[in-house]
């Protein structure tokens, strides 16, 4: 699938993302059964910049890995884009994933034995080989404006825990998506360094107009996002205004 058909498929482009009585359950049918995820229908559009907060275990991370087509959910529709990925072979999910969505995690997971431009290359490299001048130029423009010029022909190892995460938001932002998942991007970090990471991402949202879902514990950055969405026990309790969620957020 070429990707002006994927974008001729796609329908309205201010929906980037779409989910419709979104189920997950793990081990279904077995003794373990675990039905984590229950009946989520939301939709998040161009630029917005979502806060997607709940207890421990509450199912933040499964439904970003279901959101971000790293895993497969039981029942329901999930629209990326206007595309409708239940109806995807395996072969169109990758595409899509590695066309419409960056993604960063807690811990990092750079390759400590490349350079800090190599990791930021690594989805251009993936999926195209060796990237051409512009792609390179991009991405060492990105990690300009996320203050790492200087680093950019250092392994990754010599990085402080501030500026690896730095490398992963440039590295998830290569690819141009109009989706950023983030899974507790700041978990690891101490409070000044998370407020200047979450500060790039507000930076990103605005400048390149993506869509970022962002799990964070942190009330303080979870209200910098204009909408929160709340998950008690896999269930939607609020999605909404920030400043309007109701009782106090309490940290696990
Ligand atoms: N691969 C898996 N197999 C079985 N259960 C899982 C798996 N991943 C997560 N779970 C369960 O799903 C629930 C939600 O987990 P998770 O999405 O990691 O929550 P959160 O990110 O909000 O802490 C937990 O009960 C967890 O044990
Ligand atoms: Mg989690």
Redesign the pocket.
């Known amino acids: 699938m070429s990707k002006s058909r994927l974008l001729a498929q796609a329908g309205d482009q201010q929906v980037v993302l779409q989910l419709d009585r979104l189920n997950k359950i ?2 279904a049918e077995t003794p ?1 059964e ?1 039905h ?1 995820l229950h009946d989520i229908s939301l939709q998040v559009s161009r630029g917005e910049l979502v806060a997607l907060v ?10 970003l890995n279901v959101m971000g087509l790293l895993d497969v959910s039981s029942s329901g529709e999930l629209r990326i884009q206007g595309h409708l990925v239940q109806g995807l072979t395996e072969q169109q999910r990758t595409q899509l994933r590695s066309e419409s969505i960056g993604f960063v995690f807690q811990f990092h997971h750079l390759i400590s034995a490349f350079s800090v431009l190599d990791n930021v290359l690594m989805p251009l490299m993936l999926r195209y080989g060796k990237p051409s001048a512009e792609q390179t130029a991009y991405a060492e423009y990105l990690l300009n404006e996320v203050g790492l010029a200087n680093y950019m022909r250092q392994p990754t190892n010599r990085l402080s825990g501030g500026q690896q995460q730095r490398v992963a938001i440039a590295r998830a932002l290569v690819t141009r998506p109009a989706l950023v998942l983030a ?1 507790e991007p700041t978990g690891n970090l101490d409070t000044q360094t998370a407020d200047e990471v979450f500060s790039l991402f507000e930076r990103f949202n605005v400048e390149h107009q993506c869509a970022i879902v962002i ?1 964070t514990h942190d009330p303080r950055l979870s209200a910098r996002c204009p909408r929160t969405i709340r ?1 008690t026990d ?1 269930r939607v309790v609020y999605d909404g205004a920030s400043a309007d969620l109701p009782g106090l957020f309490i940290t696990p």
Do not use: A, I, R
């Open positions: 793990f081990n373990l675990n984590v709940g207890t421990s275990g509450s199912g933040k991370s499964t439904l899974d799990v998950l896999g």
